[in-house]
């Protein structure tokens, strides 16, 4: 039997060697193709997907464009697609899975030594982390870029929302329906429908919603009823000045960042 591969040993997260030839010609790969997204400019949201999925070295064919459409019309063959903000960073790209609606703000890092997956409408702010690459603790057999170094996959679930500023280390798992106040460190899993913040993240108190676990998302045209909901859930992460502007400030003070643009 042939030995494994770096990337092979990579992706089942043991000790391997990243500066071997293969895996720097990937990253060299990826940089470029980050490099084209983040430069891209004023282009139709067609042009924007495609530039992520040859990032992510997702194969899938886009959806013809019926030359009669408006942009808005070809726009919308799109909307399930991820939304990802420039400038965006990863090692390899095709280590990360994203569901649909997933909306990544500006300055995202993911560093998908292993498999970096996030869950379905899960919304995040800017400058937001995802370490799934680790290294020995001791310097000797760390020794710089001769050595070897590991992973651990991330794992969000569906319909979390992450505040600007956080930190994911390796291995951990975010529930459903999970809250991560801004600046926060995630050391440590996370339970579904839970508030966690801090440095280390801590878990604060529970969510209470009328989504199941195990049910899919229920869909509401009452935008009162959900901003007051995310009012009172956001509040107590807010400070009392934040909580005197309106229902959009507690929301603020927890992500550090609004989701429009």
Known sequence: MAAPTEKEKMLRGELYHAFSPALTAERTRCVHACNRFNNSGEVPRRRLVELWRDINQDSTPLPPRDPSATEEEDDAQFVDDPWVETPFKADYGYNIQLGK????????VILDTCLVRIGARTLMGPNVSFYSGTHPLDPVVRNGTRGPELGKEIHVGEDVWIGGNVVFLP????????????????????????????????????IETTMEDSAPPTSTTSTGAVDAKVASDSA??????????????????????????
Not at 101 to 108: F, G, L
């Open 101 to 108: 609606n997933v909306y990544i703000n500006s300055n995202c």
């Open 171 to 206: 291995g951990v798992t975010i529930g459903r329906g999970a809250t991560i106040g801004a600046g926060s460190v995630v050391t440590k899993d996370v339970p579904a429908f839970h508030v966690a913040a801090g440095n280390p993240a801590r878990i604060i108190r529970k």
């Open 236 to 261: 107590p992460l807010g400070d009392s000045a934040d909580q005197r502007q309106g229902a959009e400030a507690p929301m603020s003070s927890l992500t550090g960042s609004r989701w429009s643009n």
